[in-house]
């Protein structure tokens, strides 16, 4: 399996390049990720649950980081086993890219291979569930470094007439606005 995309993310590069390497970041982005801790250097332990398909399995695995131009590029390099469901390897190559003073395009090339029960249920499948978790990485991703430049230069007081605009909404009141919320703003009112 190969997956190439890009992403405009809305911090200089420097910064991008800090969240990239930042493991709370990267836990709080990578879908069901339960921990991520330092395993020497470059290196990490990785703990994941992920479901492909009918598959859903929690993998234990390893990243290691090589080819580090910082703050430009890097290869990551994983492997994970996920018991009976089977395991997952490969690597990234991730290059960032200044757009502008306040913008930075995140590029990457992924290749990967999956046996066990996750390469019988088929090709389709995998990289679906992949292109999935990629998806929902950026996206929550976009929303770690977006509060964080908001953060950086907004008060606090910005959620509560957000907050007010659903209720407003949900008592028959007008539209609710569209707006970006992180995954932990959801999960708290779950």
Known sequence: MELTESHTLPVPQQRAWEALNDTAILKACIPGCESIEADGENAYAVALTAAVGPVKA???????????????????????????????????????????????????TATAQVGGKLAQIGS??????ARKIATEFFKRFGEQLGAGAQDDDASADTEAPQDTTDTQAADGG?????????????????
């Open 58 to 108: 929690r993998f234990k695995g390893r990243m290691q980081l090589a080819d580090i131009d910082a703050p430009r590029s890097y290869t990551i390099q994983f492997e994970g086993q996920g018991g009976a469901a089977g395991f997952g390897k490969g690597d990234a190559r991730v290059t960032l890219e200044p757009a502008g003073e306040e913008a930075t395009t995140l590029s990457y």
């Open 174 to 190: 007008e539209e609710p606005q569209k707006r970006k919320r992180s995954w932990t703003a959801w999960i708290s009112k779950s």
């Open 124 to 129: 389709r499948l995998v990289d679906g569930a």
